[in-house]
Nanobody, 123 residues
Framework: QVQLVESGGGLVQPGGSLRLSCAASGSTSEIYAMGWYRRAPGAPDKRRDLVATMDNTGRARYAESVKGRFTISRDKNVNAVYLEMNSLKPEDTAVYYC??????????????WGQGTQVTVSL
């Protein structure tokens, strides 16, 4: 199993910046990708929209809505993933979830989720 703990959310004004962090523990050697998803206000509890992901080769993928404003990075030495968010907009307001994909010795692919951190962009 992989455990994920997010930090860094908060309240920021439009145009501001925030940096989210996520630390992984447990079976971290099985992780092959990590990323961030979000759930906007009013969305169903199970809804998770892709923000950005990065695999172990460093290849990143972004949602169109955040390209050029958000940057994902990973530090495999400490099993962490980060999301640098710039030029924030009110529509970026959401609960942000860290996610990790793993494959164990049983070859089963698994997804792991953090508890989420609130990001609010407002005056």
């Amino acid at each position: 199993q992989v455990q994920l703990v997010e930090s860094g959310g908060g309240l920021v004004q439009p145009g501001g910046s925030l940096r989210l962090s996520c630390a992984a523990s447990g079976s971290t050697s099985e992780i092959y990708a990590m990323g961030w998803y979000r759930r906007a206000p009013g969305a169903p509890d199970k809804r998770r929209d892709l923000v950005a992901t990065m695999d172990n080769t460093g290849r990143a993928r972004y949602a169109e809505s955040v390209k050029g404003r958000f940057t994902i990075s990973r530090d495999k030495n400490v099993n962490a993933v980060y999301l640098e968010m710039n030029s924030l907009k009110p529509e970026d307001t959401a609960v942000y979830y860290c996610e990790a994909d793993s494959q164990g010795s049983d070859f089963v692919l698994r997804g792991h989720w953090g508890q989420g951190t609130q990001v609010t962009v407002s005056l």
